[in-house]
C-alpha cells in the first residue's frame, strides 16, 4: 500500500509559478509510475502529467512547455513545477501512483490516489 499526501497548492496571480509535492508512505514508489490529474469545479478529472520509474515522461496539451514533473525515488515524493500560470489551469491536483513502472494517462491505470491540494490562479 502507498500513501500519498499533496502540499504546496495556494492562490497565485496569472502568470506566477507554484510547486506541488506529493510525499509517499507506506512503500517507496521505486518501480511505480507517477502522475498528477487536476479536478475544476464541475468537471471532470483530468491528466495533467505522468513520468515512469525513469526517464519517460508525458504531458497534456494544456500544459506541455509550463509544467515539468519529477520524482525522488530516494526522497520518495513526486514533484510538479508550474509556470505560467493561467486561469484555467484553477483545480484541485492530485498526484497517483501506479503498480507498475511505466507511465500511463488514465486514471484506470492508477492504484494509489491523494486527497488533492487546490490551486487557483486570479485573472
Known amino acids: 500500500q502507498v500513501q500519498l499526501v499533496e502540499s504546496g497548492g495556494g492562490l497565485v496571480q496569472t502568470g506566477g509559478s507554484l510547486r506541488l509535492s506529493c510525499a509517499a508512505s507506506g512503500r517507496t514508489i521505486r518501480g511505480y509510475g507517477v502522475a498528477w490529474f487536476r479536478q475544476a469545479p464541475g468537471e471532470e478529472r483530468m491528466f495533467v502529467a505522468a513520468?515512469?520509474?525513469?526517464?519517460?515522461?508525458y504531458y497534456s496539451d494544456s500544459v506541455k512547455g509550463r509544467f515539468t514533473i519529477s520524482r525522488d525515488n530516494a526522497k520518495n515524493t513526486i514533484g510538479l513545477q508550474m509556470n505560467s500560470l493561467k486561469p484555467e489551469d484553477t483545480a484541485v491536483y492530485f498526484c497517483?501512483?501506479?503498480?507498475?513502472?511505466?507511465?500511463?494517462?488514465?486514471?484506470?491505470?492508477?492504484?494509489?490516489w491523494g486527497q488533492g491540494t487546490q490551486v487557483t490562479v486570479s485573472s
Open positions: 513520468h515512469s520509474d525513469g526517464i519517460i515522461t
Open positions: 497517483a501512483a501506479r503498480s507498475w513502472p511505466s507511465a500511463a494517462r488514465l486514471q484506470d491505470d492508477y492504484d494509489y
